[in-house]
């Protein structure tokens, strides 16, 4: 079978997305926040576990900790304790309160709105950085976590990587930069509803006709 060219996976991603945005009308982060560095937090406590485990352990951790400057004042495990069922509670809780320590010192209590800027605080990685200058600055962005880099490669989008950043290179080479953040959005709830990591769940599928896996499975039934 020939190799899809650039410009035919252009076209075919462009189809996907116009029927994600059918199945999904209206994106939203599925991390709960009221500030940017609410966002920060929620997506540190997303590591290793669920989108809806931290948003039942956010509310009272927010009320605990209700400023930018308590979070800096706090020890690591009052920040810790108020956390722990997210998991890795120990090194979470430094990153946050150290975090909070370098807004505050060098950033005038805001969050950086650069990728090297936010990639150099405790615990932020690009994911994080992704979504935070999609999501608080407008900038393109590729939030490549676990759903998007399963769909994606299911797809065909994608060569079929896991690793995060080799993902997010060949995204930025297809997606328009003014969609990324609201596909990579759409990927998440579209990854958790319907295209698990468990099962696929082709059948009804609005994406199965342009899809890689889902041809592959229709083969075999």
């Not at 926040?33 to 809806?52: G, I």
């Not at 393109?140 to 994606?152: L, N």
């Not at 060949?170 to 295209?195: K, M, T, W």
Request: charged share 25%; proline share 6%.
């Amino acid at each position: 079978m020939p190799r899809e060219s650039k410009k035919a996976r252009i076209a075919r991603m462009h189809q996907e997305y116009e029927q994600l945005c059918v199945e999904i009308p209206d994106p939203k982060c599925a991390l709960n926040f009221n500030s940017p560095f609410e966002l920060l937090v929620a997506t540190v406590l997303s590591a290793q576990t669920t989108d809806k485990r931290v948003n039942m352990v956010t509310p009272s951790l927010y009320q605990k900790f209700p400023t930018l400057e308590a979070f800096a004042n706090a020890t690591y495990e009052e920040v810790g304790d108020a956390i722990r069922s997210c998991g890795f509670y120990n090194t979470k809780s430094k990153d946050i309160v150290e975090c909070a320590k370098i807004l505050l010192e060098k950033y005038g209590g805001k969050v950086p709105g650069t990728m090297e800027e936010l990639t150099a605080l405790p615990g932020i990685g690009r994911k994080t950085a992704n979504l935070i200058l999609g999501d608080i600055y407008g900038q393109p962005a590729h939030v490549c976590d676990t759903h998007c880099i399963r769909i994606t490669g299911r797809l065909g989008l994608t060569d079929g990587s896991k690793d995060p950043l080799s993902v997010e290179k060949q995204l930025r080479a297809i997606l328009p930069p003014e969609e990324s953040n609201d596909f990579c959005h759409r990927l998440v709830l579209f990854g958790r509803d319907r295209c698990t990591a468990r099962k696929a769940n082709c059948d009804g599928c609005p994406l199965r006709a342009d899809c890689d896996f889902g041809k592959a499975q229709s083969k075999k039934a």
